[in-house]
Each structure stands twice: as C-alpha cells, then as structure tokens.
C-alpha cells in the first residue's frame, strides 16, 4: 500500500513527459539546437515553482504524510564530479534522447529498442560503482 | 475530454505537473530524481556484494525503481489511449537540420531510423542504444543526478553544484549534437 502511490506519481509523471513531448528525441535535438522554447519553457516553469515549493517548505516545517519534517540536504560541494559527470550524461542524453526517466517512458510508449537503453544505463551505473575509487570527484 | 488530453499539452502544463510530481514525492516521504532508481537495480541485482557502492539497505529506495515502473505504464497509457497519432510539431529549422543529417522519418516520438528494434544488432544502434545508455547511466551516478535531480529538485533548491551539473549536462548535450553527431548518424 505505501508503494502504490508512488506508482501512481509514477503513472501521471509518464503521461506528463509523453504528452508534453518531453520524451521525444526530436524536441531534446531542439533543444540543443536552440530553435524552439517548448523544452526550456517546461524546465524553466518546472524549476520557478519547484523554487516556490522548496521555500515554502523549508518555512512553514513542512511534513511529510508520515509526520517527519522534509529534509532536503545540501549537496556536498566540488567542481570535478558534477562537471564530468555532467558533460558524460549530457553526451549520453543527446545520444539518445532520454535521460533516466524517458527511457522507461518511451519503453511504455511501444519503442522497445530503448529495453537495450535501460540494460545499458542499469550497466554504465554499475560501471560507475566499481571504478568510483579511481575517479576525481 | 479524450480528445483534448490527447492533443499535445504545452510546456506551461508540463512545468507545472512536474513541479507537482515532485511535490507529491516529497510529501510522501520520498524525493524526485530517477536516476537513482538506476543504483537501486544495481543494489536489488545484488551487485553489492562486488562493489561496495551497492552496498545499501534498497529496500528503503525501493519506492524509486516502483516509480520509474509507474512512469512506464504511464507512457504507455500515453501512448495507447492519449495518442493523437500526429507528427511531433518541432520547430522547421529542426527539422531542416535533421534532413541534413538524413532523417527523413519525423514520425513518433524517437526516429525508427534509429531508434527501431531492426536497428539494435547494426553499429548505429549500438552506439546510440548501449553506448548512449551507458553514457547515461554512467554520467548521471557519477555526477550524483539527472534532469529531475540536478536540473529541477537541485537547482529548486538552489544548489551550486547542481548549476554546475547542469552547464556539464549542456556542455556534453552540445558537444554531441554538433561535434559528433553528424558523423554518428551517418554511419
């Protein structure tokens, strides 16, 4: 019972992302371009609520539904992981159009060449954890 | 009112219902970026016992990967009964672009030259499909978020590292589409 709402967040985020196009190659290929708003106008609202959100959570103590405080922790501070990390997701992101979440989506969406995408995501994550110790973070 | 969700919903509706979502994530004790779902498969797999950084109790993260196969049936939900069956509208110097590069199928959301199942044993679909999502999978745990988790709940919470996470992501986004891209698709 606690994890069927979040399959149903789940549910709303993949229509959201599949009717709003967002999980569409052609409008992440836009994007890098800078030939249409569509993607940056859904970001952009996203983030400019999501900034209203977050304050107002953190002023009124907001609680999550099982009474304890939502925390939201700062993120530790360094050049080298996030840059690299960045520029190695961004690379993959145009690639292939997707970044974690469209992937399932577009996998719901019938193009089920993108089962080879997740396999390979789940495997480059993994890849990540074993080599971790020798990267610069 | 079918008819009317399955038209394409403009991105002011998109924004806000992702602004949504990760406020319901956050209310029920959970919070948004998918990328992690990613580590809780590795963890689930049992890839902990090899490398540590799988080493984590993912039953507390399971709520993660229930999400993502939410987002699953959401898609498809989507595409069965919201589906309008009609050309994405992106932009003509887009388009312009892509014929450049030799697509010529704007049908759907992902280009079957490319994205079909037909293509995942030749060496395009290989590069696109496994190296882009190892590229994917790799660089979102490395740079500890993705979209959801740098882009909207970091930057939301106004963090630096995640500005910064994000200029990489269009830093590489760039790069590839018009560095190596042009070469990648035509082979």
């Given at each position: 019972m606690k994890l069927i709402k979040f399959f149903i967040i789940g549910i709303l985020f993949g229509i959201i992302l599949t009717k709003s196009e967002v999980v569409s190659w052609f409008r992440i290929q836009e994007m890098f371009r800078f030939q249409a708003f569509h993607m940056y106008g859904v970001i952009g609202t996203a983030v400019a609520l999501g900034i209203v959100i977050v304050a107002v959570m953190k002023r009124t103590k907001f609680k999550t539904m099982y009474g304890n405080e939502v925390v939201f922790n700062p993120k530790n501070m360094s050049i080298y992981r996030y840059l690299f990390g960045g520029i190695i997701f961004g690379l993959g992101w145009a690639l292939t159009g997707a970044c974690p979440g469209p992937i399932f989506i577009l996998i719901g969406n019938?193009?089920?060449?993108f089962i080879v995408v997740a396999i390979s995501a789940v495997l480059g994550t993994l890849a990540y954890g074993a080599l971790r110790s020798k990267l610069p973070h | 009112m079918l008819e009317l969700l399955s038209q394409p919903w403009p991105w002011y509706i998109a924004g806000a219902g992702i602004a949504l979502v990760m406020f319901l994530l956050l209310w029920f004790g959970g919070e948004f970026g998918v990328s992690g779902a990613l580590g809780t498969m590795c963890s689930m797999c049992g890839a902990g016992k090899k490398?540590?950084?799988?080493?984590?109790?993912w039953h507390n993260q399971l709520w993660n990967v229930v999400f993502v196969l939410g987002g699953l049936a959401g898609g498809f939900i989507a595409g069965q009964w919201?589906?309008?069956g009609a050309d994405i509208q992106i932009s003509q110097a887009t388009v312009q672009d892509l014929q450049a590069l030799g697509i010529t199928n704007f049908s759907g959301l992902a280009p079957a030259e490319i994205f079909?199942?037909?293509?995942?044993?030749t060496l395009r679909g290989f590069i696109f499909l496994v190296i882009g999502g190892f590229l994917v999978g790799f660089g979102t745990r490395y740079a500890g978020g993705c979209t959801s988790g740098h882009a909207i709940s970091g930057l939301s919470n106004l963090q630096l590292p995640s500005l910064i996470a994000v200029i990489g992501f269009f830093i590489g986004g760039l790069l590839m589409t018009h560095v190596l891209l042009p070469f990648l698709i035509g082979l």
């Open positions: 019938g193009y089920l060449a | 490398v540590p950084f799988f080493n984590v109790n919201l589906n309008s079909g199942t037909d293509q995942i044993l």
